[in-house]
């Protein structure tokens, strides 16, 4: 199984940037897709989640109303939309697929497989 997240980049804040999960080696529709971030120093947080299958989706109540995260089936791959950043949101982003319980979504313990993480700065 392959995770590979990309999007990151360099934004003032205010602004808006799209980071994109490409998932493979295997069928995900029993899976969730979830973000997480981690910032210099911090444990790593959830950010958001989707299921594969369904398309239900979960969000950190730091990001609700600015973030969204969708799935592209045929391309197999989940995005996370970010909108009106915040210096705070800057850390690195890494995607990863559990089939566990999703009593657990936001729980990193329930992940199975996670991506490499892409970088996201935003200036104040």
């Known amino acids: 199984v392959q995770l590979q997240a990309s999007g990151g980049g360099l934004v003032q804040a205010g602004g808006s940037l799209r980071l994109s999960c490409a998932a493979s080696g295997r069928t995900f529709s029993n899976y969730a897709i979830g973000w997480f971030r981690q910032a210099p120093g911090e444990e790593r947080e959830f950010v958001a989640a989707?299921?594969?299958?369904?398309?239900?989706?979960y969000y950190a109540d730091s990001v609700k109303g600015r973030f969204t995260i969708s799935r592209d089936n045929a391309k197999n791959t989940v995005y996370l939309q970010m909108y009106s950043l915040k210096p705070e949101d800057t850390a690195v982003y890494y995607c990863?697929?559990?089939?566990?319980?999703?009593?657990?979504?936001?729980?990193?313990?329930?992940?199975?497989?996670w991506g490499q993480g892409t970088l996201v700065t935003v200036s104040s």
């Open positions: 989707i299921r594969w299958s369904g398309g239900s989706t």
């Open positions: 990863a697929a559990g089939s566990g319980s999703y009593n657990y979504i936001s729980n990193r313990a329930m992940y199975d497989y």
